[in-house]
């Protein structure tokens, strides 16, 4: 700040700073894991930009480390916090606000094993999954969005990954194998990653919330149309997009239309595919090999409810476009 007029004001709670806050003027004394957010302001003037850093104290770690800052009320307030278990004032109140699709903004920091920060954005937080957000630890989705300042995260998250552009990141809990290894879907995901199938990248890392330690998660790809461009070279603006869950509301379209895959669907009911020139039709419509590793997957790994749930499959929305199959929630 080089304005002799300007104050710098500053929080320690993960809240943004106001012109109530507290007002810097002196060295701050910082002794457990903090996270320290400040703002310039000035009379007739915008405030400057937040910037943010979480200072580790007696904190180190062999896997990257993800840091969330928010106002603590986005989390854990009783009328719009997302969280739901206010862990963090160990008052043991409970409430089913995690159960709405909420959400909140939010600042992260990524840090590499060494220390060194690869990245900070401001961005979008939700409570995600089904089943698994009623864990005390939470899996969590973020969003890059215009309005929070930042539409992308540019950075090669995952090492074995030639990706540099993020829209959108999970962290993950680990879901049903959260108590025990954390590493379950991860690890097969790994196991296929040289079949015709479309995988997440897997990397653990350590997430703080707020300066608190709130345990290991897995960071993953999202598995939606962005994937579909950045792993496949197709327009994500011209994708039939689909999901269906059981536990939800069945067949769910996410972009695009369904009207190609009811037709095929309808085809191979009236059909006899075990006529060749039948099934050299139904060739065109899906990438068979990809279907074919998808099922021995899922049947390999004993995913008993991928038939009803947790089913994402996808097309380019070209004449010559084949359904794919996508291999999520092991």
């Avoid at 043991?92 to 959400?103: H, R, S």
């Avoid at 954005?121 to 969590?140: C, E, N």
């Avoid at 279907?291 to 390999?300: A, G, L, Q, S, V």
Wanted: net charge negative.
């Amino acid at each position: 700040v080089n304005s002799p007029s300007a104050e710098i004001r500053y929080t320690l709670d993960g809240s943004a700073p106001a012109d109530s806050s507290a007002l810097y003027y002196t060295s701050i004394p910082v002794e457990s894991t903090t996270v320290l957010r400040a703002q310039a302001f000035e009379a007739g003037l915008f405030p400057g930009n937040i910037l943010t850093h979480t200072y580790f104290i007696n904190q180190t770690s062999t896997l990257p480390v993800i840091s969330l800052s928010t106002a603590p009320a986005n989390f854990f307030d009783d009328e719009i916090g997302i969280y739901g278990i206010d862990d963090k004032y160990g008052t043991g109140q409970y409430n089913t606000n995690f159960l709405e699709d909420w959400e909140r903004p939010v600042h992260m920091e990524f840090y590499e094993p060494d220390g060194s920060l690869a990245f900070n954005v401001d961005a979008g937080i939700k409570i995600s999954g089904l089943f698994t957000r009623l864990k005390p630890q939470k899996p969590f989705r973020i969003f890059l969005r215009r309005k929070y300042g930042d539409t992308k995260i540019k950075y090669q998250i995952f090492p074995d990954l030639p990706i540099t552009e993020f829209n959108r990141l999970d962290l993950r809990n680990g879901g049903y194998d959260a108590p025990s290894t954390h590493f379950q879907d991860g690890m097969i995901h790994s196991l296929v990653k040289d079949k015709n199938v479309d995988i997440q990248a897997f990397r653990p890392c350590v997430v703080y919330i707020n300066g608190d330690y709130w345990g290991i998660y897995n960071i993953r790809e999202r598995l939606d149309e962005d994937y579909a461009a950045s792993h496949h070279s197709i327009d994500p603006d011209n994708i039939d997009f689909l999901r269906f869950s059981h536990a939800r509301i069945g067949l769910e379209i996410v972009r695009g239309d369904s009207i190609h895959y009811y037709a095929m669907i309808d085809y191979m009911e009236k059909h006899d595919l075990s006529v060749p020139a039948n099934y050299e039709y139904v060739e065109t419509q899906i990438d068979v090999n990809n279907f074919i590793d998808y099922n021995i997957t899922e049947i390999y790994s004993a995913n008993f409810n991928y038939l009803i749930d947790n089913n994402r499959f996808w097309r380019p929305g070209t004449p010559d476009g084949k359904w794919r199959w996508m291999l999520s929630d092991l």
